[in-house]
């Protein structure tokens, strides 16, 4: 058996490394600069988009965002059954009446006589059934900070909400 030197491997290894810079790579594949703002530039961003979050488009977010503020509003104002209206079916406890009570006793009172902001980005997640969503996160501010999350995903063609909880 023939043993190469470290040297001659070390030759080889140099010469292929040479010999890979000046061609290049030829893979016929090429790089076109695109304007992020021209037709393929948004389709680009759009796919990426749609990829971070679950199939979901960029144009859908502000649906999905704006069902989180309604359901932030109904608990500002107290309104428990319309917050009960736009929480997923699947979400509901075996009773009848248990979410109900923990809106009433839980959630609405973090939300009374505070002003609350919202953080402007959402994050992409989902469900037990594989279903896409977005998560939307903000604050209370007046008596006591409360950092919150609402979960929203599309059901049987419709937003609703799925959850809301104390963001850690």
């Known amino acids: 058996m023939r043993m190469i030197s470290t040297v001659t491997h070390s030759r080889v290894l140099i010469t292929l490394l040479g010999i890979i810079l000046l061609t290049g790579c030829q893979s016929n594949v090429h790089n076109i600069p695109v304007s992020p703002n021209s037709e393929t530039g948004r389709a680009i961003r759009e796919m ?3 990829a971070a979050h679950g199939g979901i488009k960029p144009s859908e977010e502000p649906d999905y965002r704006a069902k989180a503020v309604e359901f932030i509003q109904y608990a500002q104002a107290g ?24 809106y009433a006793d839980q959630v609405v009172p973090q939300f009374q006589n505070v002003t609350v902001t919202r953080n402007p980005k959402s994050a992409p997640i989902h469900d037990e059934q594989n279903h ?37």
């Open 48 to 50: 990426d988009y749609m």
């Open 79 to 102: 309104n428990v059954d319309q917050m009960l209206a736009v929480t997923s079916p699947q979400s509901s406890a075996t009773e009848s009446d248990s979410v109900h009570t923990v």
């Open 132 to 168: 896409s969503g977005l998560m939307f996160t903000g604050t209370t501010n007046g008596k006591k900070p409360f950092p919150f999350d609402v979960a929203v995903y599309r059901e049987d063609g419709k937003l609703v909400v799925s959850n809301i909880r104390k963001h850690r």
